[in-house]
């Protein structure tokens, strides 16, 4: 078996999906069906067993009705830890200055308990580019007079699988 490739039952025993097997299976003929997936480099048949590349994970989340901010396409994510006995307020005020900074493009964020009592952390989705959320942290630096750029529990990185970021964002939110 090839890495990052796993059998539809792997998808459920994993949890990559919520969804059960036996509609796992029936969403993978219907991607197949449809020609939304093709047989080749991202899905192929080992013996009796159909084996799917983990970027199309995605396709076999469970089908709802969106919230307005699942229609969004967000490309980048922020994660922001600044390992200090900060309280969520101070973390949604540094969520509130990003997403000011950062519009006219579409941003979210959600602050979450850590695991130490008492301490937070903060994650934020955006459809920015990279280049815009450096200023927009640069410069939130300048207002708050923290250190975030260079900070090594700071991570920008792209969005690989989208649905997957939704459904982890949304986990634990802290109002």
């Known amino acids: 078996m090839k890495p990052n490739f796993y059998t539809l039952k792997e998808l459920e025993t994993y949890e990559f999906t919520d969804l059960r097997y036996r509609m796992i299976k029936y969403r993978f003929q219907e991607l197949i069906q449809s020609g939304k997936i093709k047989v080749g480099?991202?899905?192929?048949?080992?013996?009796?067993?159909?084996?799917?590349?983990?970027?199309?994970?995605?396709k076999f989340q469970a089908k709802r009705r969106l919230q307005s901010?699942?229609?969004?396409?967000?490309?980048?994510?922020?994660?922001?830890?600044?390992?200090?006995?900060?309280?969520?307020?101070?973390?949604?005020?540094?969520?509130?200055?990003?997403?000011?900074?950062?519009?006219?493009?579409?941003?979210?964020?959600?602050?979450?308990?850590?695991?130490?009592?008492?301490?937070?952390?903060?994650?934020?989705?955006?459809?920015?580019?990279?280049?815009?959320?450096?200023?927009?942290?640069?410069?939130?630096?300048?207002?708050?007079?923290?250190?975030?750029?260079?900070?090594?529990?700071t991570h920008v990185e792209k969005i690989r699988i989208h649905s997957c970021y939704m459904d982890y964002i949304n986990k634990a939110v802290i109002y």
Do not use: C, M
């Open 69 to 153: 901010h699942k229609n969004v396409y967000y490309e980048n994510e922020i994660s922001i830890n600044l390992k200090d006995s900060y309280n969520s307020d101070y973390y949604h005020l540094i969520g509130y200055y990003i997403l000011k900074l950062l519009s006219p493009e579409q941003s979210l964020y959600r602050v979450e308990a850590g695991e130490k009592k008492g301490g937070y952390h903060i994650h934020l989705a955006t459809t920015a580019d990279f280049e815009s959320i450096n200023n927009a942290l640069t410069i939130l630096e300048e207002i708050l007079l923290i250190r975030i750029v260079g900070n090594s529990n």
């Open 41 to 58: 480099d991202k899905v192929y048949k080992q013996k009796n067993k159909w084996l799917v590349h983990i970027s199309l994970v995605g």
